[in-house]
Every structure is written in C-alpha cells, then in structure tokens.
C-alpha cells in the first residue's frame, strides 16, 4: 500500500499519516484489481464497502430494460463510489460501478466507519465529517448532472456541460473525460446526433473539437 497516496484521499484528510496503517485494518481494508470493462459493483446487489480509486477509473452507469446506457458520473484517483448504498445496506444498488479502464480499488467497511471500536480510535469522527463531506459533494453532482440533461436539445446540454466543465477549469480549452460514447451516454442522448450536432457548432463557431479535447469561442 503506497499511504502518501491515501493521504490525498478526501477521505483521510485531517488524519494523521502514522494512523493508516492501523484504520486500514481497522475497517477491513482490501485491494482489488479490475480490467477493462469489468464489473465492480452490480445493480441490484447491497454492499456495504465503499470503493476508492487509487489507479484507473471507473463509471456510474444505470442500463434500462432496452439496453441503453446512462453515463451518471466519471469517478477518478482519490474519489469514493457507492458511499450512499454502504451507508444503507438494505437498499439494493440502482447502478452499475464498471471499470473504464485497468484500475486498483480499495474497499473500505462503511459500518465500521459509522460505529466507533471498543478502543475508541481518535480518527474515527474525522472519518464520519469527511464521508458526509463526501456524500454532499456526490449529491451536487448528481444535480449537475440532472442541470445538463434538462435542457431539450443535444446542442443545449452540450453546452451546459462544457459550460460548467470551463467554469471548473477556468480556462475555455477543455480535456473531458468521455469518449464520444460516453459523452452521448452521459448526456442521455444519440451518438450518431451528438456527433453531428458538434460538427455544427464548430461550423457555427462555437467550439473547436479534437477528440476529448474543445476549445470554446466566444459569440461575437
């Protein structure tokens, strides 16, 4: 286990370096290593582990009885997944969690978090005010997500979501981290559409596209 790493993890912060090692055994933590398009967690199964990414990536996806995809949320190094679902185990998963690419996850017990030991651990109610920290930021997200989805049009959400992503950035030149797929996914909407509403907005002036990559113009 690399701990300079777990330091970085919101989930750590305020807690002091020489006690990892002891809340990583604390709440029975484990390292697992996914594939490319592996599953991680399944819609319908209850868990009570949170997930951390320590390498890799992984995607929020919800699949309806058709088969289309829903992208809800990308999660990257140092973020949490399934925190909401492990602090209420009876509720069954709505999502899937799928590997985008070979990542390492930590798993952490969420009930040993929320309830103290039989030696108290003074990390302990660091942990919980970080988790609902964590748990509130998963919740803005969410309505973010619901924000660049509501407009009716394909150009519309797109440029809400670039909107939001230049505002994160602070610079107009953007790197996402959809493919044009997930893009489309994540914004609930037709690939072959997306792809064409984008070559008409670069005609119109509006972005310059390579890839992942946008540059946003300004209307003159």
């Given at each position: 286990m ?44 209850s868990i ?90 998963s ?39 959809f ?32 890839k ?9």
């Open positions: 690399n701990f300079p790493i777990l330091k970085k993890i919101p989930l750590f912060y305020g807690v002091k370096p020489e006690e990892i090692p002891s809340i990583l055994h604390c709440l029975s933590g484990q390292i697992r290593s996914f594939s490319k398009g592996e599953m991680i967690f399944c819609a319908g199964e009570t582990a949170v997930g951390i990414v320590l390498e890799g990536s992984v995607h929020i996806e919800i699949d309806d009885f058709w088969g289309s995809k829903n992208i809800l949320n990308h999660v990257g190094p140092g973020q949490l997944f399934g925190e909401a679902y492990a602090c209420s185990p009876s509720e069954p998963l709505m999502v899937n969690v799928v590997s985008v690419t070979p990542s390492q996850i930590l798993f952490l017990d969420v009930p040993k978090i929320l309830h103290t030991c039989e030696k108290p651990c003074s990390h302990h109610q660091q942990m919980i005010e970080n988790l609902l920290r964590i748990m509130a930021t919740n803005l997200q969410l309505s973010r997500r619901i924000l660049h989805t509501t407009p009716k049009t394909i150009r519309e959400r797109l440029l809400a979501y670039l909107s939001y992503q230049e505002l994160l950035t602070g610079s107009p030149e953007i790197t996402i981290a493919n044009r797929q997930q893009l489309a996914d994540y914004l609930s909407v037709d690939r072959s559409a997306l792809s064409k509403e984008i070559g008409k907005m670069q005609k119109d002036g509006l972005l310059e596209v390579k992942n990559e946008f540059v946003l113009k300004s209307r003159e």
